[in-house]
Every structure is written in C-alpha cells, then in structure tokens.
C-alpha cells in the first residue's frame, strides 16, 4: 500500500487545515487508516484513526473536539479537518495503514507509512 499525505502548511492559532491521505491501492477500503505526527525532538504520536468502514474512530484526548477524520472508499482517500489549530499541532503529520482496527493507538501495529506533511501554527 503507497500512501501519500498532503495539505499541511502555516496557519495562525485558531485556524483550520484539512490534510488528505491519498492511497495508491484497490484494497485501501480493507484498511485501517491512522494519522500520527511528530515534532521535532518528540516522539511520534497517535492523534486519529478510522476502521476501514469508517463506522469507528478514535482520537488522542488533545484533538478531541477539534479534529475530525474521515474517510472516502470509493477514492481511496482519508480526510482530516483539523480546526481551532493551536502552536503545540505544529508537526511533521503522517498517514498510515493497519490490516486490522486493533492496537490503533500504537504506530507498531501500522504496516504502511506515507510521507509527511508538515504542519505549523503560529501563535
């Protein structure tokens, strides 16, 4: 599975982006799609994913509220609005696949990563 993320770029502090996970594979509605990101001298960290139906979703606590993911089978792409953006979302933003919605939180259980896109909210 080849995933491309774009859609980052500078925003100020109360602002909203959307960045989009694009993929590159007929069976991309089988998979589990997951957005982490990682700021520079950080760890990467898990901030959204959605079950390949699209009936579940799970966020990291700091997003709850202001992020929201979403997905398109039919063209193969996943959404994720991001809105109220605050200085600490600054970060390089990830999209990856997992084969299966379990141990969503965990970048481990995620098979396919694409590029990053980066994001930067000025304060």
């Known amino acids: 599975v080849q995933l491309q993320a774009f859609g980052g770029g500078l925003v100020q502090a109360g602002g909203s982006l959307r960045l989009s996970c694009l993929a590159s594979e007929p069976f991309f509605s089988s998979y589990t799609i997951g957005w982490f990101r990682q700021a520079p001298g950080k760890e990467r960290e898990f901030v959204a994913t959605?079950?390949?139906?699209?009936?579940?979703?799970d966020y990291t606590d700091s997003v709850k509220g202001r992020f929201t993911i979403s997905r398109d089978n039919a063209k193969n792409t996943v959404h994720l609005q991001m809105n109220s953006l605050k200085p600490e979302d600054t970060a390089a933003y990830y999209c990856?696949?997992?084969?299966?919605?379990?141990?969503?939180?965990?970048?481990?259980?995620?098979?396919?990563w694409g590029q990053g896109t980066e994001v930067t909210v000025s304060s």
């Open positions: 990856a696949a997992n084969r299966y919605y379990s141990g969503v939180e965990s970048y481990r259980n995620y098979d396919y």
């Open positions: 959605i079950s390949a139906s699209g009936s579940s979703r």
